[in-house]
């Protein structure tokens, strides 16, 4: 089992990275200073329905062990279930020094989170991610829920005690989970670490290869790119914005679709296939956007789905947190492993993606 040690300025925690951290669970939570006083487990149901029976037996203690289960899929970020929750806390009679474990993908990460964030002004909490892309969203403390008119735009910075990653979880996830959860990875890799990028373009040819030792490597390394970035910048003042690479039109597409539709790491990579090609166009440089392309397909990436409005995209980018006053701030790729933040001209963005569109849907 490898230990990550992640260090952000509020908090110091470590990650739990192999086929079995669950035996890490009940020496974490014994270790925990208060003692914990009950245990509030929040999952989904395709995920409670396979792991919650495992994750409560680990906790190996006579503590109370309560659960809350909600459906499946992005749309389930949402305020009602946040308020569910929070009445479910006050019914099992949480206190402030009971602890939130969210198990699940990014969806419950950032549910969960953003409950023990302000239950009673914030409880701890410990990530159990059972997702590939959750790599990405159970380290570095952004918890949040969606509003209809706009994804995470509720929330708060709130650090885990530990995160547990039993990549053994990961063997019932579909594929397009496992698609989606590399769109973060290739992220990380493309905003970091070239190293990494070249290493997946040729040891990963297709996302079944992501698996054992593999697995692992990338893993480890993808985590380190998120845990070098938030331990440098955590609530998100200077470069923990790189981490937005491809997500303010993947942002956009997710919003116009409606949640859910298409997955985070699908409308991220499309995202990314922009902002690439947006690079292109402010750098006045040859990136291979067309190489991106082909390598992003042959892992089996969507296309942009035909038929948007490309002026709805734009007001949608508008609304996104990165815009400051209007003006559209986009995470740009100087060249693989650097970007940097640059605000765009409301003509070159609506230029780049009517070309944009254009080539997605003619290739
Ligand atoms: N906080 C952050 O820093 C951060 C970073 C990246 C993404 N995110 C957020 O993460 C979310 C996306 O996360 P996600 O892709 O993990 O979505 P998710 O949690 O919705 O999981 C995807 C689907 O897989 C199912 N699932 C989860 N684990 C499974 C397993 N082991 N076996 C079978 N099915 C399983 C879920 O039930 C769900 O249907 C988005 O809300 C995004 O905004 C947050
Ligand atoms: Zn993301």
């Known amino acids: 089992m490898k230990s990550v040690h ?3 300025k509020s908090k110091q925690y470590p990650l739990y990275l192999g086929q079995n951290t669950l035996t890490k669970l009940e020496e974490t939570v014994a270790a925990m200073k208060p003692a914990v006083s009950s245990v509030l487990i929040i999952s989904d149901e395709a995920v409670a329905s396979r792991y919650l029976d495992d994750v409560t037996n680990a906790i190996h203690s006579d503590l109370s062990v309560y659960s809350f289960v909600v459906p499946s899929g ?24 009971s602890l939130v474990i969210a198990l699940g993908g990014g969806m419950i990460g950032d549910l ?47 650090q885990p005690e530990a995160v547990l990653y039993n990549i053994s979880f990961l063997d019932s996830l579909p594929v397009y989970e496992w698609r989606s959860g590399f769109a973060e990875m ?10 990494l990028y070249a290493w ?3 040891e990963v040819c297709t996302l079944e290869d992501l698996r054992g030792d593999k697995l692992i490597y990338a893993l480890d390394q993808a985590i380190g790119v998120k845990a070098a970035v938030v331990s440098q910048d955590e609530t998100e003042k200077g470069i923990r914005a790189y981490l937005n690479f491809g997500h ?5 597409i997710e919003a116009e679709l409606g949640y859910g539709t298409v997955t985070h790491g699908d409308a991220v990579a ?5 902002a690439i090609l947006l690079s292109e166009r402010v750098y006045h440089k040859d990136l291979q956007y067309k190489s991106f392309v082909q390598t992003f397909r042959a892992y089996g990436f969507p296309k942009l789905p035909a038929g948007l409005s490309a002026d709805r995209l734009i007001e949608l980018m508008k609304k996104d947190k990165k815009a400051n ?17 640059v605000p765009v001209s409301d003509e070159l963005i609506a230029s780049t993606l009517e070309e944009f569109m254009d080539r997605e849907w003619s290739l």
């Open 248 to 252: 303010t039109l993947g942002h956009a």
């Open 200 to 202: 997946l373009r040729n």
């Open 186 to 195: 290739l992220k990380h890799a493309l905003i970091w670490d070239a190293e």
């Open 74 to 97: 992005e749309k389930e970020k949402s305020f009602e279930n946040y308020y569910k929750a929070q009445t479910r806390a006050l019914e099992i009679g949480l206190d402030r020094h």
């Open 325 to 341: 006053s209007g003006v559209i701030r986009m995470v740009l790729m100087k060249e693989i492993g650097e970007v940097e933040v």
């Open 112 to 158: 969960a989170g953003f409950v023990a964030a302000t239950f009673m002004r914030g409880i701890r909490f410990i990530q159990i991610p059972t997702t590939l892309l959750a790599h990405d969203s159970a380290v570095g403390g952004k918890v949040a829920v969606n509003h209809p008119l706009g994804k995470n735009m509720i929330g708060a910075f709130h």
């Open 6 to 8: 992640i260090a952000t």
């Open 270 to 274: 499309i995202g990314m296939l922009y």
